[in-house]
């Protein structure tokens, strides 16, 4: 199985807890900038840029090892880690929609994608002819905002009805535990009954 993770972070549930899934795609535009290529290149009255996130790949190394992932080959912004058959392809300095170009031959067919955190822009889509296999997270908002990007997978899941490009719907609890459903709706009748559980009682995510 191929999975991408755009605005993957330090995020290192799905490698640790999907254990199906061979190779993973990450992308992330930091250390250059948390917020994407247009919110970069800001510079301080100290004189430092006020989005790039300097510690990034050392926090990301740390999270890695922790899991037994291991520093294999580093090429420019690509860093790949290793275990046994598991690989991590970590693209940094990678913003969506902005670097698509740069990366569409790397995705070509991929069959599972990770949306936890943030909501990417949909333009990837077009990179599979393959149903996808939807996996979000606990701590990730999946509601209907209308504030987001026309463009962005939530909201097109909402108000332009592109589930039939999925296969399946998984969400991963804090603990590990992966719950799979068959439709968005059975998916996101769950995450609103998770959402409120966590509005009534905040120490479930303590």
């Not at 991408?4 to 330090?10: H, L, R």
């Not at 080959?73 to 991590?88: C, G, P, Q, S």
């Not at 609890?173 to 709706?185: A, L």
Request: aromatic fraction near 16%; hydrophobic fraction near 30%.
């Amino acid at each position: 199985m191929k999975a991408i993770y755009i605005g993957a972070g330090t995020d290192v549930r799905p490698i640790k807890f999907l254990k199906e899934i061979t190779n993973f795609y990450y992308f992330d535009g930091q250390p250059h900038s948390e917020f994407g290529a247009k919110l970069s290149g800001i510079t301080t009255k100290n004189g430092f840029d006020g989005f790039s996130r300097p510690n990034f790949i050392s926090n990301l190394d740390q999270e890695m090892n922790a899991i037994n992932m291991k520093l294999e080959k580093v090429n420019n912004n690509l860093r790949i880690y290793a275990n046994n058959d598991k690989k991590v392809y970590y693209y940094t300095n990678t913003a969506i929609p902005e670097d698509y170009q740069l990366i569409e031959d790397k995705i070509k067919n991929f069959d599972t994608l990770i949306v936890a955190g943030h909501d990417p822009d949909s333009c990837f889509l077009n990179s599979t002819n393959k149903k996808i296999n939807f996996i979000g997270a606990e701590g990730t908002y999946y509601g209907n905002n209308e504030f987001e990007s026309y463009n962005s997978v939530i909201y097109r899941m909402y108000n332009d009805n592109i589930q039939n490009k999925f296969n399946s719907f998984s969400y991963i609890k804090k603990d590990g535990r992966v719950f799979k459903f068959e439709s968005w709706d059975d998916y996101i009748s769950y995450y609103q009954k998770e959402h409120r559980r966590f509005k009534n009682d905040k120490r479930i995510w303590g």
